[in-house]
Nanobody, 115 residues
Framework: QVQLVESGGGLVQPGGSLNLSCVAS????????MGWYRQRPGKSRELVES???????NTANFAKGRFAIGRDNGKSTVYLQMANLKPDDTGVYLC?????????WGQGTQVTISS
């Protein structure tokens, strides 16, 4: 059974940090580009960062200098370290696994930035 399970979301104050994790099961992890997307209220889903199995990273402009993606191929896990969070970062953060002809999504984890 294919699953992507995110964890680590929550409520933090502006300027705070959060670390998200996504554990994949039922797939050959190294075959997939792993990524984090977000869905903010009233906005379209957008890429945050993605990483290939060999470490090539694609980062959205808003994430540069604040967010960092990592993956552990042995643990089938992808991470997203987020720092200096802003209220505009509030949204549901979703894990994505993509390979030829296949696009998988987790359920998402809520991230809320508020004082």
């Amino acid at each position: 059974q294919v699953q992507l399970v995110e964890s680590g979301g929550g409520l933090v104050q502006p300027g705070g940090s959060l670390n998200l994790s996504c554990v994949a099961s039922g797939i050959i992890f190294r075959d997939y580009v792993m990524g984090w997307y977000r869905q903010r209220p009233g906005k379209s889903r957008e890429l945050v960062e993605s990483m290939t199995a060999t470490g090539s990273v694609n980062t959205a402009n808003f994430a540069k200098g604040r967010f960092a993606i990592g993956r552990d191929n042995g643990k089938s896990t992808v991470y997203l370290q987020m720092a200096n969070l802003k209220p505009d970062d509030t949204g549901v953060y979703l894990c994505n696994a993509r390979t030829w002809g296949e696009d998988l999504w987790g359920q998402g984890t809520q991230v809320t930035i508020s004082s």
